[in-house]
């Protein structure tokens, strides 16, 4: 039982990324949860810098948050979160989630991930804390192995399994391929502008 929470009310899911960019995978993957009503909303926390991840094709956090908001625009229960993008970088999620649990004292939150995340967050700062104060929804990536050893607390979902990658769409891009069919209409021509130039 996670502290505090409330049987009532469904979690806010904290889906983050640096979204770069957002594809279908990771629409497909919030919708899941809402549609299966394991989330009350999902929120895409797109990160400034991902501390275990250095890009140098990161676009700037503002245009993957024009981004995401363009790809998710009229989705009900879905929205983008720019909390990072005020505090000290690199960000880690347990601080992330120590301002959101202050900024809305009403809400409950839970962690989405990939299952490729799950051997590593035990390395993740202050993982525990984070275990006791958020449920969270593992989704499947390409070659994950589940359940995995020591991941009590996570719960496993059975979310279609999406073999996209932001760097291969950025590849795409680069080589002029055709990349409607794996990233959100609404946002093809942001994306496409965005990572062309």
Request: hydrophobic share 40%.
């Amino acid at each position: 039982m996670v502290q505090g929470k409330e049987e009532h009310r469904k979690p806010v899911g904290l889906f983050f990324g640096s979204f770069n960019p957002i594809h279908n995978g990771h629409v497909g993957i919030a919708r899941y949860l809402l549609e299966k009503e394991l989330c009350e909303e999902v929120w895409f926390v797109v990160s400034p810098c991902n501390p275990f991840k250095v890009d140098r094709f990161l676009l700037p956090e503002i245009d993957r948050l024009a981004i995401v908001n363009a790809a998710i625009r009229g989705i009900p229960g879905m929205k983008a979160c720019d909390v990072e993008f005020s505090m000290p970088k690199p960000s880690y999620t347990v601080d992330t989630l120590r301002v959101l649990f202050d900024r809305y004292p009403d809400r409950q939150f839970a962690l989405i991930i990939g299952g490729d995340n799950v051997p590593d967050f035990p390395k993740w700062k202050e993982y525990r804390w984070i275990e006791s104060h958020c449920s969270i929804f593992v989704y499947p990536r390409p070659g994950m192995i589940t359940p995995v050893e020591g991941s009590t607390g996570m719960t496993f979902i059975d979310a279609p399994l999406f073999p996209l990658s932001a760097t291969e769409i950025r590849e795409m891009i680069q080589k002029g391929d055709d990349i409607s069919g794996l990233v959100p209409s609404e946002a093809l021509t942001l994306i496409w502008e965005s990572y062309s130039k």
